[in-house]
């Protein structure tokens, strides 16, 4: 069908795979990504480092809504958006809005969230700051967001397109200018290990550094690395770093 918004003569706007609801069936199956302790590991760190309290946070790119269920158990007022229509059926109980934030209007009253929480979403998009964008109306003054994604520096290679949905790489610089142009004051980004033994014992990432130049391969990049689950996680995400970019919403508009 025809967008009706777009002139006359135009072709029909493309539809992104990301909205069919077969994708969250596919990448983010139990099978292939089953659920563990990381994300309540990885939300404790955030409460604790970046965001220091609860309140109402909204997580944008919700997917199967393992992180709402994360930050509602440490306290936090949660809900979600994502462009899937199956999101709502994967996090029930938590309330979660299907919306396309490269073009739909924020689906949630503005300035009425303190946190905002984006893991791996933006480089699915060929318009980031779109999200971004959005990001900074859905935040109260003062409120903070977190935007995780693949560091291009460290995925170039390969990893970066094992899910071939992924458009738009970012560096530790981008990415903090991105947060800037969206509105965001203080924005910073920063490379960080998705191992929780390295946020507790950081001298220890010299012997991670050295471990992950050894060519070592590993699942999802070859489906037939041998390696036990724990140590295949390790391989991987010494090799695989990310990206931790943090904003906050100016407490008064200029």
Known sequence: MLDPT???????????VLS????LDVTYSVTRTPKGDYPSRLGR????????????????????GDYLSVFSSLGFEVAGVD?????????????????????????????????????????HLRMPHALLSKACEALAPGGVAVIMTPSWEYTYWGPFYVDHTHVTPFTATSLADAL?????????????????FLWRYSFLKPLVKLGARLPL????????????????????FSKEVMLLGVGRKPLKTV
């Not at 777009?6 to 992104?16: A, D």
């Not at 299907?98 to 969230?113: C, G, H, I, K, N």
């Not at 391969?217 to 991987?236: E, G, M, T, V």
């Open 217 to 236: 391969s590993y699942r999802p990049w070859n489906s037939s690395a041998p390696w036990p689950d724990a140590l295949n996680k390790l391989i991987r």
């Open 20 to 23: 069919d609801g077969r994708y």
């Open 83 to 123: 462009i899937s229509p199956r999101a709502p059926e994967l996090a029930p109980g938590h309330h979660v809005e299907v919306a396309d934030l490269e073009r739909d209007p924020l689906p949630f009253e503005p300035a009425s969230f303190d946190a905002v929480f984006s893991k791996s979403v933006i480089e």
């Open 180 to 196: 800037t142009l969206a509105g965001f004051e203080s924005a910073e980004a920063s490379y960080f290990y998705q191992l929780p």
């Open 45 to 64: 760190w955030l409460l604790a480092n970046v965001y220091g309290k609860p309140g109402r946070l909204l997580d944008m790119g919700c997917g199967r």
């Open 6 to 16: 777009r002139p006359t003569g135009l072709s029909p706007r493309p539809t992104s």
